[in-house]
């Protein structure tokens, strides 16, 4: 497990450079983990060495929310903490559980009391930004929806921004824009909860929910692989003019 409540979890968290294995990031799993354990095969995952980053997201919707949540006492496996691991913290004020159980969270009142108190333990103990070292010197920065900010060395100060944090949990600007993002610090920075057909990078920001527990795929895809996915590319204002003459 990545934490306690009594450890004082950090809201940020560095994962140095993995020179034995691979790395993969992981999109929103919510539930699904058949569909994880069968990535993982297929990837030919070493679970001796190869590790496993995801946006979040682990929990609701689908048919294992638990077993996916216990996914964090792996020591190969690291998480940011998602809306839906935020909605099942903010269940315990009055008034919030009514929006959780619209958005899936039913699965939660089938546990005994000892299971729930040890969700809520682990869904504390999950960052809100992950910094992923790779080999090379440069880094990859992970949130749940989105990356607010312009430059991922100031994470440390964003993650204690409560505005800041409720883009990261919650936001969808940037893929509602369609805006490419370019990062200062991070050579890439990697979200989740919005669902989409296929991964789309947009500049330096890559999203990679792919909608599995709505009928959709699993994405688990290598760092090399992420960094080499080209960034979506927008036609110039001449191209759009051009199209619209040969469309009349």
Known sequence: MQGTPEQRPPRHITIPPNREGRDFLLGDVHGEL???????????FDYRCDRVISVGDL??????????????YEPWFFATRGNHETML?????EGAVAMWMQNGGDWFLKLTDEQKDECTKL???????????????RSIGVTHAEWPG??????????????QVQAMLWGRRVLTK???????????????????????????????????????TLTLVSTEQALAIPPEVKPSIFTRLRGLRNRS
């Not at 058949?34 to 030919?44: G, N, P, S, T, Y």
């Not at 929990?59 to 294992?64: A, L, N, Q």
């Open 89 to 93: 913290l903010d269940a315990q004020f």
């Open 34 to 44: 058949d569909a994880f354990l069968a990535e993982l095969k297929r990837v030919k």
């Open 59 to 72: 929990i609701d919707r689908g048919p294992k929310s638990y077993e996916c949540l216990k996914l964090l």
């Open 178 to 216: 369609g805006k490419p993002q370019n990062d200062r610090t991070a050579v890439l920075t990697v979200h989740g909860h919005t669902p989409i057909k296929a991964p789309r990078k947009l500049g330096s920001a890559l999203f990679i929910d792919t909608g599995c527990v709505y009928g959709g």
């Open 123 to 137: 869904a504390q103990s999950l960052p809100l930004a992950i910094t992923l070292e790779i080999p090379d010197g």
């Open 150 to 163: 312009e430059d991922w060395g100031h994470i440390d100060e964003m993650v204690r921004d409560l505005y």
